[in-house]
């Protein structure tokens, strides 16, 4: 009779095993990124740009344009969830990813600009600096008040250079909320994933922005799935 080899009936049987047991990513690892009462681990284009309000970083109505990145660390994939609203102002908050510091800075730090929680966007990369002309895909949803807190999530991809958003009111009092897919960035061309800061942006004078609960992941322990969805 033919006898197989012990080894090719153990991986028989280990194969068995993990075919009958599900394979589960490991659980996110969310970084917190703000205190909620000073800027430390923030790095502001201009000084009072910039403050802490309400247990959020506020931006400053008087300001020029500009942004506030996250100095203790930068990200080429991640995973970075916020709170946003606006207090005033003529655009949609703005956030900035995959750019670069440097001087003389670029505009908007030559960029991925996403707009929280609707999912406007701008391509602020040299040879680029416009609205995307096909690299940006919007899914549709209804169009929430961004005077209301919203939550959002961005999940990034920078081997790849893809992003995507996904964002969600806020019911009042709540701390959280299923987000739907709102927004994705690929550019197959010209991949523009790089280790870069993460960025919030003043998009123009006039415009008072808040962000709070603000955490990041990176590695992403599933860089193919949403947690807040």
């Not at 068995?16 to 917190?32: F, H, K, Q, S």
């Not at 003389?104 to 701008?122: C, E, K, R, S, T």
């Not at 961004?146 to 019911?171: H, S, V, Y």
């Amino acid at each position: 009779m033919f006898r197989r080899p012990l080894w090719i009936a153990a991986a028989f049987v280990l194969a068995l095993v993990a075919g009958m047991t599900p394979a589960r990513a490991a659980d996110p690892v969310l970084v917190p990124m703000f205190d909620g009462k000073t800027l430390d681990g923030w790095t502001g284009h201009a000084k009072d740009a910039w403050v802490v309000k309400n247990g959020a970083i506020h931006s400053q109505k008087n300001a020029s344009r500009g942004w506030i990145y996250y100095n203790k660390a930068q990200y080429k994939s991640f995973r970075w969830i916020f709170k946003v609203r606006q207090v005033s102002g003529d655009h949609q908050p703005t956030v900035l990813i995959w750019g670069k510091i440097q001087t003389p800075p670029l505009n908007g730090l030559g960029a991925i600009q996403f707009q929280p929680p609707n999912g406007g966007a701008w391509d602020y990369r040299p040879g680029h600096n416009n609205g995307g002309k096909g690299l940006f895909t919007k899914y549709p949803h209804p169009r929430w008040d961004i005077k209301k807190w919203a939550q959002c999530e961005i999940l990034a991809n920078g081997d790849t250079g893809i992003a995507r958003m996904a964002c969600c009111p806020l019911p009042d009092g709540a701390t959280k909320c299923k987000a739907q897919e709102v927004l994705k960035f690929e550019d197959k061309k010209e991949p523009a994933g790089r280790v870069a800061p993460l960025a919030i942006q003043i998009h123009n004078k006039g415009i008072e922005d808040e962000y709070k609960d603000l955490v990041v992941e990176s590695p992403v322990a599933d860089p193919t799935k949403f947690i807040t969805t």
